[in-house]
């Protein structure tokens, strides 16, 4: 009797350990807490524009939030734009800024500001007999024809000219005026139209190397126009983010996507305790993040503001852990979820360089330190 009673138990402890690491290795679910409404998930083919992407998808859902149609808003327009202004400022600071096809989210609404915008009907940027974008051949031209102006010891006053004639070539030239169902606009006229004010919308970091509730030109390359970023403490930055989401607010990401932990193929970006853990098909524990990690990381150039994404969503796992829904611009057949993932808490807290949010969506107390009214 002894020996069957231990056999029983030997068996029932077997089973629900099983049991457990059966469960442990479940397949991730994702529940939803909160699922914005937003346009279609576009591709930003072989392009360094993911900051515009992100930013023009923002602009569309912000639309959506107002009770306005999805619009289908064009990301060329602005990259044309901002080159301009890019190029005018590397010859001014004498080739000693960055030039790229990188920027940040700022740039697409500094850009939107001062030109206006258009649909993707009136500008595609497609000059060069492709259906996807492919910006490198333009981008080494510009490169050389600027580098090469800022080593000259006097410049003609018809520089820009041969600069934009490059654009042009390879994005087709700027609309002044176009027509959009049944009326006729100019980009300043149809951004009126739309009804989307920039001056809503600001930038948030937290890095422990300035001071918080405060504001700084960040530090990274493709901040090339040298704006300042609101500073907050790690809790509050998450703070923000939670906020701003259960408040119907979406959210421009700007971070780093070159960790082991991420993947978008699979859906997931993760901070897995165990990197040899199998993170891409079940949930996994997780590392605790701490500010001085970030700032560490940060400060070595492990964390870069390689990627621009827009948050659209929260959801949790089986096992309660919470994630941000991202909308990618890598296309829609990118993946199993139609060109979305799911970015956890710790991959958040670890791998955020800064965010864009609108200034209503930051909790009162917060924006109260920062003296934003």
Known sequence: MKQLKNTLLISLFLTTFFSFSLHSQDKYEFNTVVDLETST?????RSGTCWCYATTSFLETELIRMGKQEYDLSEMFVVHNAYLKKGKDYIRYHGNNNFGQGGQ???ATREIKQHGIVPESAYSGLQYGSEVHNHYEMASVLKAFVDDLADNRKLSPVWHKAYSAILEAYLGELPEKFEYE???YTPKEFQNMLGINMDNYIELTSYTHHDYYKSFILEIPDNWSHDPYYNLPLEDLMDVMENSIKEGYSIIWDGDVSSKGFSHGDGVAVVPEDLDTDFKTHPVEEKTITPEMRQNLFNNFTTTDDHLMHLTGIS???NGTRYYKTKNS???DSND???FLFMSDPFMKL????IMVHKDAIPEEIAKKLGIQ
Do not use: P
């Open 330 to 332: 890598w296309s829609a």
């Open 337 to 339: 979820y139609d060109g």
């Open 105 to 107: 989210a700022h740039d």
């Open 41 to 45: 998930v576009k591709s930003q083919g």
């Open 182 to 184: 049944g009326k006729n």
């Open 316 to 318: 949790v796992d089986q």
């Open 351 to 354: 791998n955020t360089v800064a």
